[in-house]
């Protein structure tokens, strides 16, 4: 099973900062990682693919970088709205599809 | 607009069973994969079981045995039937679709409570 490691747990930014959060796989998955947002009380959203390929409507202050075991989501300028959960998954080996335990951006 | 909606989940002593109803539009079901990932409250993200599109299943083994995913074409609608189930099964449960390139999941219905408790 590929292990899924997000880093910090918890990070704090101000608004139009730059927000920096880590994934790391215990083996390679190639490029096959997704970034997902999630808010209270609402369902995931797909943010990013192939580790760096932005899903439709997503904003271009989200982008992803990486490939094998290191993978890296930035939002440029934090706007209000993007205080929330996030979460990489990989979909190279598998089963199990996993997920990473997450990281909370929020308000500093 | 494609939709995803699910239903079904509720209080469920352990040992009993409850099945979860995902309905589907805006798109065919049984052209694409679909899948389960459920959430332990307070918790991350889960995994459950992918469905394909000739019928087949593939189940996470914390479920394997005790979860039967399918679904019904004619309703565009898909089932998570689960029995047997343990307190650890408590979560919210998530519908969605798998991407047609890849086994990431791009569209997700709001989700259904499941709480397993005496």
């Known amino acids: 099973e590929t292990v899924m490691a997000q880093s910090p747990a918890t990070l704090s930014v101000s608004p139009g900062e730059r927000a920096t959060l880590s994934c790391r796989a215990s083996?390679?998955?190639?490029?096959?990682l997704a970034w997902y947002q999630q808010k209270p009380g609402q369902a995931p959203r797909l943010l990013i693919y192939g580790a760096s390929t932005r899903a439709t409507g997503v904003p271009v202050r989200f982008s992803g970088s990486g490939s094998g075991t290191e993978f890296t989501l930035t939002i440029s300028s934090l706007q209000p709205e993007d205080f929330a959960v996030y979460y990489c998954?990989?979909?190279?080996?598998?089963?199990?599809?996993?997920f990473g335990g997450g990281t909370m951006v929020e308000i500093k | 607009e494609v939709q995803l909606v699910e239903s079904g989940g509720g209080l469920i002593q352990p040992g009993g069973s409850l099945r979860l109803s995902c309905a589907a539009s805006g798109f065919s079901v049984s052209y694409n994969f679909m899948t389960w990932v459920r959430q332990a409250p307070g918790k991350g993200l889960e995994w459950v079981s992918v469905?394909?599109?000739?019928?087949?299943?593939k189940y996470a083994d914390s479920v394997k045995g005790r979860f039967t995913f399918s679904r019904d074409s004619s309703e565009s609608t898909l089932y998570l039937q689960m029995d047997s189930l343990r307190s650890e099964d408590t979560a919210v449960y998530y519908c969605?679709?798998?991407?047609?390139?890849?086994?990431?999941?791009?569209?997700w219905g709001q989700g259904t409570l499941v709480t397993v408790s005496s």
């Open positions: 469905l394909y599109t000739g019928g087949g299943a």
């Open positions: 083996q390679s998955v190639s490029s096959k």
């Open positions: 969605a679709r798998v991407a047609w390139d890849g086994y990431y999941f791009d569209v």
């Open positions: 998954q990989q979909y190279n080996d598998w089963p199990p599809l996993t």
